[in-house]
């Protein structure tokens, strides 16, 4: 079955670094685009960046470009999120996703709290 599971996030201050992760099973993940999302309190879910499956090609949220950075790593079925100069906004839970025949497949989400 397909698992997705976030990891890497945890409180920082305005200004600093995060890098997360997320370990993917269950499918061939060189062929599949993957995704971040997130999700601020009282807020919808958004798409932060997203990846194809080579790596080849990213998109970015207008928010977030000139500071994250989403990459892969096919050979261990992982991808990334380093997001730099966090600002207080950027505060959600991030979660992984891919793209599913019906529905898209989603992670348990990790915590960034960006916080003075």
């Known amino acids: 079955q397909v698992q997705l599971v976030e990891s890497g996030g945890g409180l920082v201050q305005p200004g600093g670094s995060l890098r997360l992760s997320c370990a993917a099973s269950g499918f061939t993940f060189s062929a599949i685009t993957m995704r971040w999302y997130r999700q601020a309190p009282g807020k919808e879910r958004e798409l932060v960046a997203g990846?194809?499956?080579?790596?080849?090609?990213?998109n970015y949220a207008d928010s977030v470009k000139g500071r994250f950075t989403i990459s892969r790593d096919n050979a261990k079925n992982t991808v990334y999120l380093q997001m730099n100069s966090l600002k207080s906004e950027d505060t959600a839970v991030y979660y992984c996703?891919?793209?599913?025949?019906?529905?898209?497949?989603w992670g348990q989400g990790t915590q960034v709290t960006v916080s003075s």
């Open positions: 996703s891919r793209p599913g025949g019906v529905k898209d497949y």
């Open positions: 990846i194809s499956s080579t790596g080849g090609s990213t």
